[in-house]
């Protein structure tokens, strides 16, 4: 059984930056395409960025086009999400998502995700 730990969040400055680590534990993510979403108070669940389970077809929403970047390493296991240039409206709860033998583009249905990490909490604020 597949277990996701977020970790690496926490108060930053705008305009800091913050690395966010999703690992998997129970099972490799190999053959796992990973999504980070976000979920601000108040607001709506939204998807971030997504790393296909080759480490293809990386995506990102508008939002963080630019600033965030996802990548992945599978001999330890875990997907990061460097993030930089943060700005208030980038305060929420993250967690990531796996979903198996995703090889192909991005899809932010929540439902596609079997597998999801308890949340980190990034808040950007001075």
């Known amino acids: 059984q597949l277990q996701l730990v977020e970790s690496g969040g926490g108060l930053v400055q705008p305009g800091g930056s913050l690395r966010l680590s999703c690992a998997s534990s129970?099972?490799?993510?190999?053959?796992?395409?990973v999504a980070w979403f976000r979920q601000a108070p108040g607001k709506e669940r939204e998807g971030v960025s997504y790393i296909s389970a080759s480490g293809g077809h990386p995506d990102y929403a508008d939002s963080v086009k630019g600033r965030f970047t996802i990548s992945r390493d599978n001999a330890k296991n875990t997907v990061y999400l460097q993030m930089s240039s943060l700005k208030p409206e980038d305060t929420a709860v993250y967690y990531c998502?796996?979903?198996?033998?995703?090889?192909?583009?991005?899809?932010?249905?929540?439902?596609?995700?079997?597998?999801w990490g308890q949340g980190a909490q990034v808040t950007v604020s001075s």
């Open positions: 998502a796996a979903a198996k033998w995703r090889y192909g583009r991005a899809s932010y249905d929540a439902l596609g995700y079997d597998y």
């Open positions: 129970g099972s490799s993510l190999d053959y796992y395409a």
